[in-house]
């Protein structure tokens, strides 16, 4: 069985350095809120290309600290997309406001920007573009519509570590960017973990008391906060993995170019990267009508995937928003992700590839 991922492949690589960075932290005694941390932060933000970067417990909890960092409470709204894993609304609802939900891009399948506009009321706060697969949106005439209307921009860059938007990384074009640091991330701790990116100095000193039950020093309190730290281990893990990112990155841009020169003849769509961007797929997703078949015919044949997502946040039980996405809807009933990982070997995309094909030979 060729698996979706891999991450006792990664631990083969990284293994004995991870060992000897959980060793350091174990000799300190120092488990949270310590040195580790605080060199993540620096090194993480210097990468992405902010100056302050603030570690949290997780992807989702960055997302909700953002939001209600920037005010964004009962009464607003929030312009975002269906398509996309429901931690982008559940911070929005969580914080008291209200999704507002735009169609996407049938290519990119991140936020359709022409559509921004017709969405913006009295009510609107906030616009939160997810850079979905590791593709990012568009983001210029997202700022320049977020500045001609004074809104702040969270940029959901929880798939999209070290993907570029026209060579500036993702997570330090809007007001904030929210990273996730789970185990299957392009960058993934050893649980849950996540990061948030701004160039804004009152902003992150906002939101680093707010992850920390909003003190300002220990046992003052100057408003509500959470307990949302990102712990020393799992900062001193990301810190050793950190430095193979790039690497990493190119393994997958590498595999995914062999992916699409494999199937172009074929009936599937393959992704595409935008001249503006560095897609660092954190997935690789293809498309076809036939979608549930071709899983399953994959599956006979010993490969693992999976359906990014099926269901669009704007029709899930939790939520069944009466709005009209047509293009979200049909992406979603026919995506498919096949396997993507840095050590996934050639001879396996040449594999899937070829029972990719074989599916539709042997269906028409």
């Known amino acids: 069985m060729i698996p979706f991922v891999d991450l006792k492949s990664e631990y083969s690589e990284v293994g004995e350095e991870v060992s000897q960075c959980i060793q350091r932290v174990l000799k300190s005694g120092l488990f949270i809120l310590g040195d580790e941390l605080e ?116 940029e959901d ?28 991330k392009n960058l993934g701790a050893y649980g849950d973990a996540g990061i948030i990116t701004t160039n804004n100095q009152e902003l992150a000193y906002k939101i680093k008391k707010t992850r920390n039950y909003g003190q300002s020093k220990k046992y003052y309190h100057d408003f509500m906060g959470v307990n949302s730290r990102l712990d020393e281990m799992q900062a001193a893990i990301l810190r050793t993995k950190l430095r193979y990112l790039d690497n990493w990155n190119e393994k997958r841009r590498k595999l995914a170019k062999l992916y699409s020169e494999l199937l ?38 010993g490969v693992q995937t999976l359906i990014h997502y099926p269901i669009p946040v704007h029709l899930q039980e939790a939520y069944k928003i009466n709005d009209k996405l047509p293009v979200t809807e049909r992406i979603c009933s026919e995506i498919l992700s096949l396997p993507m990982f840095p050590w996934l070997r050639e001879s396996e995309v040449e594999y899937i590839s070829e029972n990719v094909k074989q599916y539709f030979r042997s269906s028409y």
């Open 264 to 301: 172009k003849n074929t009936a599937v769509v393959t992704p595409i990267e935008k001249e503006y961007a560095k897609h660092v797929y954190h997935l690789y997703v293809v498309r076809h009508k036939e979608r549930d078949k071709l899983q399953q015919y994959l599956l006979n044949h």
């Open 39 to 154: 060199k993540f932060e620096i090194e993480f933000s210097k990468y992405i290309g902010t100056k302050y970067g603030i570690g949290v417990n997780s992807g989702s909890d960055a997302l909700l600290i953002a939001l209600n960092a920037l005010g964004v409470g009962k009464g607003d709204e929030v312009i975002t997309v269906a398509h996309t894993f429901i931690s982008t609304v559940d911070a929005i609802t969580r914080n008291g406001a209200k999704p507002v939900f735009v169609d996407i891009d049938p290519e990119t399948y991140t936020i359709d920007v022409t559509q921004v506009k017709s969405k913006i009321s009295s009510k609107t706060k906030a616009i939160l573009p997810v850079h979905l697969y590791g593709h990012p949106a568009d983001m210029k005439p997202l700022m320049d519509i977020a500045a001609e209307y004074g809104l702040f921009v969270i």
């Open 157 to 184: 860059a929880c798939q999209a570590h070290g993907s570029e938007y026209q060579k500036t990384k993702l997570g330090a074009i809007g007001h904030v960017g929210c990273f996730s640091f789970y185990p299957t």
